[in-house]
């Protein structure tokens, strides 16, 4: 009877802090049902404040009105940018088979069209949606011009049957150039046309910078918005509102608690609550015992969520990190580290750059680094007390 999740992209019990940005989307819904323009929107933040539970939601308003949808998650290299290809092309096959019933509409069965010929230029078989191929649609092999056709037509024929064409993409950051530019060509192109299509993406906090690098009007094209730790008031209500809705309460003391172990953020604000309801004997739960859920609660994250993270840096990069720790969660200057760890600036770039591209570290002004995970200092500090390190 638990009412808490934590984990990777699961719901909470209760989601709370994001009405701005769920109504933001039920009104872009609504305008392009009435054939109005709307902006797409991209959700930034750090590691834990609930980005993909939020870009989860979405997709599910937008998939309740009958849009269609398709979910992608970007991926770092090669494989990555092949993976995240055959995906688009086989969730657009797939999700483009409900309106196969509408195929004696001629832009609909243009659309099924220009979608089954970007799924044989991509090499993805098996799915039939009950026409041949176009061969002037879709069929270059280069992405941008064939993600061009399949935007434009299956646009076209959901602005018929007033509905919309979403895609949403998590860890968006991480999407390989070439396509990243077409989407938010494409995206600029729709918007121009007043077509009813939408890339709504999610990534971390140097997403924003990462689009208008690939095209500079993308700072003008999306409704961006930062998602951060929720403030006291919604963080209370994550943990009270699930335990009330089982009967159960918290002191003024277990609420203080908590809050201050979970630093408000979403993530750990669940698995915190997950080990209250474990320790807690009666209701309403007490200091002592979330006290005691603390300590789990850490451990949990120190035994998972933070080592899966450390464990892909090589030594030197960890070495960087050690350097970072020293200033806790706020951005480090770079050149204080270089003086810190006795080398010179133009040396650490590389290894910088390398932490960025594994998704540890981003770069939130210029001459700045950050941990992209809250808590990652404080993690780090722990670890060295552990191995009784004494430069800690």
Do not use: C
């Amino acid at each position: 009877m638990n009412p808490y999740n934590p984990g990777s992209g699961v719901p909470p019990r209760f989601l709370a802090g994001r009405e701005a940005e769920v109504g933001a989307f039920d009104l872009l819904v609504a305008r392009t049902e009435r054939s109005m323009p709307a902006r797409p929107m991209v959700l930034s933040g750090l590691r834990g404040v609930g980005r993909t539970v939020l870009l989860n939601r979405l997709k599910g308003i937008a998939d309740h009105h009958g849009w269609l949808t398709i979910k992608l998650e970007g991926r770092p290299g090669a494989d990555g940018a092949r993976d995240i290809r055959r995906t688009l092309a086989r969730e657009l096959q797939v999700a483009s088979r409900r309106f196969v019933s509408q195929i004696g509409i001629e832009p609909v069965k243009r659309f099924l069209s220009t979608v089954t010929s970007f799924g044989a230029t991509v090499r993805v078989e098996g799915i039939s949606l009950g026409v041949d191929i176009d061969n002037t649609r879709a069929t270059t092999g280069f992405i941008d011009i064939d993600l061009h056709d399949v935007v434009e037509d299956v646009s076209l024929a959901l602005r018929s049957l007033k509905k919309g064409f979403a895609i949403f993409i998590d860890e968006m950051q991480d999407v390989d150039d070439d396509l990243l530019a077409a989407l938010v060509t494409v995206q600029h192109f729709a918007v121009q046309n007043e077509l009813p299509f939408f890339v709504t993406g999610a990534g971390l906090p140097d997403l924003p910078a990462r689009l208008a690098d690939a095209r500079s009007y993308a700072e003008r094209l999306f409704d961006y918005r930062q998602i951060g730790r929720l403030s006291v008031h919604q963080a209370e209500e994550s943990l009270t509102v699930p335990a009330s809705q089982m009967g159960q309460s918290y002191s003024p003391e277990a609420l203080e608690t908590l809050l201050d172990a979970s630093g408000r953020y979403p993530y750990f604000i669940q698995e915190f609550g997950s080990a209250m309801w474990e320790v807690a004997a009666k209701s309403p739960f007490t200091g002592e015992e979330a006290a005691m859920a603390a300590r789990i609660g850490r451990q949990r994250l120190d035994a998972g969520f933070f080592p899966s993270r450390w464990d892909r840096a090589t030594p030197r990069e960890r070495d960087y990190m050690d350097a970072m720790a020293q200033d806790g969660d706020e951005p480090s200057n770079t050149g204080a580290l270089a003086v810190r760890m006795g080398v010179k600036a133009n040396r650490l770039g590389p290894t910088r750059a390398r932490l960025i591209s594994k998704g540890l570290i981003y770069s939130p002004e210029y001459g700045q680094v950050a941990f992209t995970v809250p808590g990652m200092a404080a993690f780090i500090e722990r670890q060295h007390h552990e191995l009784g390190d004494p430069t800690s």
